[in-house]
């Protein structure tokens, strides 16, 4: 049932929540039954992943932004209640979009599928919210599946994460079975928030984004005091006051109000001109009244993959550094810098949470904006000490200094977690091993095994999902955290086309491997690159060293065609004459590479 509440609530009848999950355990479906029970949207309007507003999120069924919406709900008590949810992604790429969700409630519902149980990123995510000291409900799904087995599920919850999972509640989002056992749950199973009504404003900028009629629009969940329309606010962090024009919540479209008090989440508008003012994680407080302290910041997302975009026409720089600049405003954790390149032209620099959220830009780019883009190959942030002293930091690795100037070359690291039924571990670990790894743990529940491996994350950013995936028939889930820099035995390897250095397939390869690496992507270009009219040698060489060499032959014009008769001489003669033309043409001809040979010829398989 809804009802409309009229006075202010007070704390004791909101409640703060967000849903975690692995990917596809039906997070988005069960928002959205939430709020066909509550009333929240009409069912003339209800349409599958409401909260999923981006096309491409539609499209893929994943969800890339942490959304929220206020549901009215009148329990069984017959008391009414204000439910303030967020839905956060479950992908590994967007796990920063989780950790701010966390901050701003005080409960998770943990769902997990019935069918598939406990997978890798329901760990991590459940893992934040124990961080965050949230009350966690369990909450079975998909439980009308014929392959559902929630007693060994139930099992798994209590082995692998170690919570209580006798009362998890058993559901079909899809059918809404079980839905309304959720939202009692929710009401008398969750803590409602602490928070002074009369204390001066202290509110958490949870996120913020560009609006293109109402300027920057910022999520905030109150703390302390209350937020209205007029009042003169200030970020604590850069200093900035600015005068509250608009204020509301999300049903799950605005919907304005008078103010916000404790407890509660809404969005307000002050005529913000750009995303960078608003800091994720700042404290908002009144100009004239401030807070004593601030709230305990949220950590600056970091990009862990850069890559290089470049336009395919040198003509469209100027649209993909506008269609760049607006992507940025809507993503705080997507980085650019402008870059030059030999063979590429002018491009950009991009930072990228991972490979999913370099897809999903790229993605963008292509469609929103109708640009043909080049992708350079992914590469990580290695750290290079010079022997003169000091450090740099390498994002792509044709800036790497000469190697008789560097001391050592230090690369990120990473611990993963992999859970899969226990016939792929044989694969996996040799999987893992081919990739450097280093073995830290191997566990088994019932017929599931955990293995947690350190890595190198250069060697997991191109293919390793595709290959896990591929070697467990798709079973094997898969999740990590930068652990630190550690320093290895690197070079650059670089591949030479026709003499010429192709800036975008320069990579970083460990010394024992660059061999391989290079034969492999030079057998690679010789099958993607068309025959010219010219011989075209193909080299992978590290230094002035030549590591590998492959060579596609000319096309052969027969020039002695129209030569009947006479002396061999003539024909000899035509024959020196294509061969010095040839050469001539090696020597100044121009080799096409088309664009989709960059990407697959880094997509060797080297294991």
Request: net charge negative; hydrophobic share 40%.
């Amino acid at each position: 049932m809804n009802s409309k509440l009229t006075t202010p609530p007070d704390n004791s009848q909101i409640r703060n929540f967000s849903i975690v999950a692995h990917i596809d355990h039906g997070k988005s479906t069960l928002a959205d039954r939430l709020m066909e029970f509550t009333r929240t949207v009409s069912k003339r309007d209800l349409k599958e992943q409401m909260l999923d507003s981006m096309d491409i999120e539609r499209e893929r069924g994943i969800t890339i932004k942490a959304n929220t919406v206020r549901l009215e709900y009148k329990a069984k008590d017959q008391k009414s209640y204000i439910l303030n949810l967020i839905d956060t992604p479950g992908h590994v790429d967007f796990s920063y979009e989780v950790s701010r969700s966390m901050k701003s409630v005080e409960g998770s519902l943990l769902v997990v599928d019935a069918s598939q149980g406990v997978e890798a990123q329901t760990l991590a995510n459940v893992y934040q919210a124990l961080d965050a000291d949230h009350e966690i409900v369990p909450v079975l799904n998909k439980i009308d599946l014929p392959a559902a087995d929630s007693d060994r599920v139930r099992q798994q919850i209590e082995e692998v994460i170690g919570i209580d999972a006798d009362g998890a509640i058993e559901i079909s989002a899809k059918t809404g079975k079980g839905v309304m056992d959720v939202l009692e749950a929710i009401v008398h199973q969750l803590p409602p928030p602490e928070g002074d009504l009369n204390a001066p404003l202290k509110a958490l900028l949870v996120d913020s984004w560009y609006n293109p009629f109402l300027g920057v629009v910022v999520l905030v969940r109150i703390f302390d005091g209350c937020l209205a329309k007029g009042d003169r606010i200030k970020m604590i962090s850069s200093e900035a006051t600015y005068q509250v024009d608009r204020i509301g919540v999300f049903k799950p479209e605005m919907e304005d109000t008078s103010q916000l008090n404790s407890g509660e989440i809404g969005y307000f508008t002050a005529s913000i001109k750009r995303v960078s003012d608003t800091i994720v994680g700042d404290t908002i407080t009144h100009q004239k009244q401030p807070c004593k302290e601030a709230i305990e910041g949220m950590k600056p997302s970091q990009p862990v993959v850069y890559c290089g975009l470049y336009p395919m026409e040198a003509g469209e720089f100027n649209t993909l550094k506008d269609a760049i600049e607006k992507i940025s405003l809507n993503d705080s954790s997507f980085t650019s810098e402008t870059e030059a390149s030999t063979a590429l032209g002018f491009g950009f620099r991009c930072g990228f949470l991972g490979l999913l959220h370099l897809e999903v830009i790229r993605e963008r780019l292509e469609r929103e904006y109708s640009l043909d883009l080049i992708v350079t190959a992914p590469s990580v942030i290695y750290h290079v000490y010079l022997k003169k002293g000091g450090m740099i930091e390498i994002y792509n690795p044709v800036d790497l200094p000469d190697p008789t100037d560097i001391d050592r070359i230090e690369e990120p690291r990473i611990m993963a977690t992999i859970l899969t039924p226990d016939q792929f571990v044989g694969e996996i670990l040799s999987l893992c091993h081919a990739r450097r790894g280093i073995q830290h743990e191997l566990s088994f529940v019932e017929k599931r095994a955990m293995i947690r491996f350190d890595l190198p994350l250069n060697e997991v950013v191109f293919d390793f999902h595709d290959r896990l995936k591929s070697v467990s028939r798709g079973y094997a889930s898969f999740d990590y955290t930068i652990s630190g820099y550690s320093a290895d035995n690197l070079v650059k390897l670089q591949i030479l086309v026709n003499s010429e250095p192709v800036d975008a397939l320069a990579i970083m390869v460990h010394r024992t491997n660059c061999e391989t690496r290079g034969r492999l992507m030079c057998e690679k270009l010789k099958e993607l690159i068309p025959r010219h009219l010219f011989k075209i040698p193909i080299q992978a060489a590290i230094g002035g060293k030549v590591v590998a060499r492959e060579t596609i032959a000319a096309l052969r014009k027969d020039v002695t065609a129209k030569c009947y008769g006479g002396d061999i001489t003539r024909k000899k003669k035509l024959l020196e004459k294509q061969k010095a033309g040839k050469k001539k043409m090696r020597q100044f001809g121009r080799v096409d590479i088309p664009q989709q040979a960059f990407i697959n010829a880094l997509k060797v398989n080297t294991d």
